[in-house]
């Protein structure tokens, strides 16, 4: 009896020191996901909030279209709402040349037209740009379309700014497209490690199915919902401490307004789970197929 009892409590024993080594072992599959996909949301969110941030930037852009004195005022509301109707057109302002002398006066600190007498000001219409248009070439053709009216005297932007914010938000879309990719091939590597360590303790269990008969499909498919799942949960773990972030930094910097887009951080949150389950997904397809054709023999190595 004695021999019987002492094997049953060491194969108990076996047997909680074998869950525990599989719990261990998904846990930290579960925290090698988590911690990839965060890196990764943080990146997403960085590229995500940049485009916003050039488009508010490119839509404070205006052009000033300076009007002939001998304009009519009714040909200057015709071209007023034409502007509004235009593709590019974000808002359009008419500026009257008295207020522009009041807001000239209030800059300098004094009433420059009492030395002048007259005003030389001109009535100016501003036109702030949808961000799609603002570069060097829609906004030549934009004024060149504007020089033709015959009531326009002049039409006026900040033309090296226009190109140097062209030149470096092209420069930083390119890094950010690079760092972007290089950084999720990053991931997907260090994921397919952790699960195929996780596979790999398997192995012997693998090739035992094999022998009695089950088929290469019948042996994957446990793998593959068992790693869906530790996707899934590293995922949302990864969200949870995404969102502790993003809150963090919004409270610090208002300004960016982090959680102001909920379809922004909607699409970010769903990309990080679809992301995580599909790179779970494709670690375990290829980490069982390996092991599903290796001989007997090379298990060991």
Known sequence: MQPILYSN??????????????????????ISIALVLFLVGVLGLILLKTNSITKHFKEKVAITIFLKDNAKNSDVEILQAELGRTDYANTVNYISKKEAAEKYSEEIGENFLDFLG????????????????????????????????????????????????????????????LFSTLFTLIAVVLINSSIRLSVYSKRFTIKTMQMVGATKRFIRIPFIFKSIQLGIIGALVAIVGLLMFIMYVNNRIPEIELLSDYKLLGILFLAIIVLGIFITWLSTFFATQR?????TDELYY
Not at 9 to 30: A, G, H, M, N
Not at 126 to 136: G, H, I, N, R
Not at 144 to 164: G, H, Q, T
Request: net charge positive; charged share 30%.
């Open 9 to 30: 409590l060491l194969d108990k024993s076996f047997e909680k020191y074998q869950k525990r080594r599989l719990r261990s072992s998904y846990l930290s599959v579960i």
């Open 118 to 177: 007259d005003n030389p000001l001109k009535n100016a219409i501003d036109v702030t740009l949808k961000s799609d248009f603002v570069t060097p070439e829609k906004m030549a053709e934009i004024e060149k379309n504007l020089l033709i009216r015959s009531i326009v005297a002049e039409v006026s932007y900040d033309k090296p700014l226009i190109e140097l914010l062209t030149k470096n938000i092209t420069r930083l879309s390119f890094w950010m497209l």
């Open 291 to 295: 092991f599903l054709n290796l001989r």
